[in-house]
């Protein structure tokens, strides 16, 4: 019976994630080598691409400082109260329990153009939804939990017993965080961080709604390859997609590979 499950599991795994990888990838080069190249070095490829990497940038950059921030609030801010600690908690998890598309129907209707906080940023210059600052947003939104769910577990296990006494030596604010948690934490941001940018590279439905996916302006990877899919492009959209998914598989391994080597060291 043992053997059974084992054999179940290794064939769900193979129909769930290594077939699909497998035709991605014949999909990918149906049309050979230089198919591939094509599809990944047009234009509206290059921009988007391009495109990706700010937006993984810019999130990565806004959750690392804002994931710290909110994880040290939640695990050390008593001033805040446990029962406010306890409703900021699960705001937190809000984007799982939402979906993408949901959450970017949320940022539409609060920033919007016919909103009264998208008609100011637009008078002055900054449109919010259907441009890059939007789809930052929408990304960053899906992205949160990951970085504060990291920081989390470990500012628990240290405990503020140190924090406590670096104070009580004079220490300021940002000397302690300096010398005393971010050691202790800089691996639980590596990871998040790790996280954020393959979870990044990845987001379709918020992206799709704030950004209107306008070629050449507002198209991430993603919708690049949801435009390819539609118009049939199949070749095309199986060579982006394989860039992306070699990229995050990447990540995720070396975060592997820097696990094992934390260990052993």
């Known amino acids: 019976m043992k053997k059974l499950w084992i054999v179940l599991t290794y064939l769900v795994f193979a129909v769930l994630l290594v077939a699909p990888l497998v035709k991605m990838t014949q999909s990918a080069f149906a049309d050979g080598w230089s198919g591939f190249v094509e599809s990944i070095s047009r234009p509206e490829a290059l ?38 600690r306890s409703v900021m908690n699960s705001i937190v998890d809000l984007p799982y329990a ?4 949901i959450g970017g129907l949320m940022i539409v209707l609060l920033v919007g153009p ?30 949160f939990p990951l970085m504060v769910r990291e920081i989390m ?84 959209a199986g060579g982006i997609a394989l860039v992306l998914a070699a990229f995050s598989a990447g990540l995720l391994l070396l975060m592997e590979w820097t696990k094992k080597r934390r260990e052993v060291h």
């Open 47 to 84: 921009h988007a691409l391009m495109m990706t990497g700010l937006v993984v940038l810019c999130v990565t950059v806004l959750n690392g400082i804002f994931g710290i921030m909110t994880a040290l609030y939640l695990v050390r801010g008593k001033w805040l109260g446990r029962r406010l």
């Open 98 to 101: 939402v979906s993408p598309v």
């Open 114 to 143: 016919d909103t009264a906080i998208g008609a100011f940023f637009a008078k002055i210059g900054i449109n919010i939804v259907y441009a890059f600052p939007g789809m930052v947003i929408a990304t960053l939104f899906v992205t």
């Open 153 to 236: 577990p470990v500012l628990e296990e240290i405990g503020d017993d140190q924090e406590q006494a670096s104070a009580t030596l004079g220490a300021y604010g940002w000397t302690t965080f300096r010398r005393v948690t971010w050691p202790s934490i800089r691996w639980g941001v590596a990871y998040g961080a790790v996280l954020t940018i393959a979870r990044s590279m990845g987001e379709f439905g918020a992206v799709l709604v704030v950004s209107g996916n306008i070629i050449n302006r507002t198209q991430t990877a993603t919708t690049l390859v949801y435009q390819d899919v539609e118009n049939f492009n199949i070749a095309a």
